[in-house]
């Protein structure tokens, strides 16, 4: 039997960080990116029974070594992760047949357990949902690693070639 290898690039997004009114746009479910909307940022402010979360230095750097830990109880190799104060990337894989999802729900669930742990305060601390992007082939790998995860900054821990 081959033994297959899933890669994907999972974004989690602190909550209420990418508001309607956000100058490059703003994603709604089912509708993809759209252009910014003052009025429906009023209508999301209205809704929120949270103010907007923004990840400092301290909970960048418990997100990434919890996602280190996270992968290495799991078994899943994590190539790059790397926090900024609105979001988490991490480029992860495994063998076998293990959904995406369930590496996603893993994944956020125990990060959010961290998060709260390590600040000693409870969440929400990211939007709902999360963004996934399996990786097509080795190109589409290296783009991520080299180019454009690098290109977000923030705190990182990458694996070494």
């Known amino acids: 039997m081959i033994d297959r290898v899933a890669v994907y690039l999972f974004t989690f997004h602190a909550y209420r960080s990418w ?27 209205r809704d929120a029974k949270h103010p907007p979360v923004q990840f400092d230095r301290t909970m960048q750097e418990t997100m990434v070594q919890a996602t280190f830990h996270i992968c290495e109880q799991k078994h899943w190799r994590l190539h790059q992760v790397r926090a900024t104060p609105t979001h988490l990337h991490a480029l992860v894989s495994w063998r076998g047949f ?18 709260s742990k390590a600040i000693n305060s409870k969440g929400p601390w990211f939007s709902r949902g999360s963004s ?16 454009y995860l690098p290109k977000h900054g923030g705190f990182c821990q990458r694996e070494h070639s």
């Open 98 to 115: 293990v959904e995406w999802k369930q590496v996603s729900n893993t994944l956020k669930r125990r990060l959010g357990a961290a998060l």
């Open 132 to 147: 996934r992007k399996q990786v097509r082939d080795r190109g589409h790998f290296d783009y991520l690693m080299d180019e």
């Open 19 to 45: 508001l309607p009114d956000r100058p490059q746009g703003y994603v709604r479910r089912g509708a993809g990116i759209l252009p910014p909307d003052p009025k429906m940022r009023a209508h999301y402010d």
